[in-house]
């Protein structure tokens, strides 16, 4: 299948007062048209800055950025009006990434009015269209974020993102600021929507039954850089990065006698501030050996199933 996104070898670096904070570092992968890549990890591991700067809300540091075979690394200010069209981004909260003097009909037609593409009639038939598609009451039209629930808010962000057509939508932590009741209603609308419309996700969150139930790949990052990437059900069935290994076994379980298999890390964290070379994992690692403190890369280990480990490279599984 052909790949919509595909980036190599992206960095983004931030300036602080100790140096570089190495926010995104050495990132390659792509996204096919059509699929949901979900990308897990904890917070502050860089997995939010990755989405915002492929679709260009940061600008990157180094590396590419390839979007249906055109390099979009350092695109012109028309080319950016150009992929604001087809690249979108569902933020986290949607009360704080909706204007609170906008009412429902105002903000879902915002990214209309700002393509100057249609009539005004044309405008508000596409908003009915949309708040029918996202599940939106027609009563609630002229309502304001602040009488709305996070669940109708988001949405409305939903609405708002999708209204110009687009074909590549980050969708960062999407259901992480909703009640546990409302996450399944906005998961699946997600995926419906994405299913009608042929979208291509990637699905940024810390919670790995969402990235699971919703992905059809998963990369794992850990402090700025993927650690492992492959289909989502290989990576819940055999994972073996020791991180990603860690991350499942914290699922919580329904069963009051779960198998005694915690992975509990301990160590310290190492800082993501001019890090050392080597794996930023092993500081954590039971499993770390002299070779880990050189640089890592991400290898095939068996097919579709990528992993940046020294251990899982010599088969010392």
Do not use: W
């Not at 039954?209 to 069935?237: N, T």
Request: hydrophobic share 35%; aromatic share 6%; with cysteine.
């Amino acid at each position: 299948m052909t790949s919509l996104v595909e980036v190599k070898k992206l960095k983004k670096y931030f300036s602080s007062a100790r140096g570089l904070l190495h926010a995104v570092d050495d990132v390659s992968f792509s996204i096919q048209k059509g699929k949901i890549l979900g990308v897990v990890g904890e917070s502050g591991c860089g997995k939010s800055t990755l989405g915002r700067t492929i679709i260009h809300l940061h600008e990157s540091t180094g590396g590419t950025i390839q979007y249906n075979g055109k390099d979009i690394t350092n695109p012109s200010a028309k080319e950016i009006r150009q992929l604001r069209e087809k690249m979108q981004i569902i933020f986290q909260d949607p009360y704080s990434s909706l204007d609170p003097r906008m009412t429902v009909e105002a903000a879902i037609s915002e990214p209309l009015l700002a393509s100057h593409k249609i009539s005004a009639r044309k405008r508000r038939e596409e908003v009915t269209r949309m708040m029918e598609m996202v599940g939106i009451d027609e009563r609630l039209r002229y309502a304001y974020p602040h009488e709305l629930d996070g669940g109708r808010r988001q949405r409305i962000v939903i609405a708002r993102a999708l209204i110009l057509q687009p074909e590549f939508v980050v969708c960062d932590e999407p259901v992480s600021a909703l009640d546990v009741s409302i996450q399944a209603q906005v998961l699946n609308l997600l995926r419906d929507l994405q299913k009608k419309q042929n979208l291509t996700y990637m699905f940024v969150t810390h919670d790995m039954s969402v990235v699971r139930h919703i992905s059809d790949e998963i990369c794992v990052m850990y402090l700025g850089q993927i650690v492992e990437k492959c289909p989502a059900k290989q990576l819940f069935e055999k994972p073996l990065h020791p991180y990603t290994q860690a991350l499942i076994s914290a699922i919580p379980s329904v069963d009051i006698h779960p198998p005694k298999n915690r992975e509990i890390l301990s160590g310290e964290i190492t800082s993501p501030i001019n890090p050392k070379p080597g794996c930023r994992f092993c500081a954590r690692c039971r499993y770390a050996q002299n070779q880990c403190h050189q640089p890592q890369t991400l290898n095939e280990v068996e097919p579709d199933h990528f992993v940046a480990c020294a251990r899982v490279s010599d088969n010392e599984l």
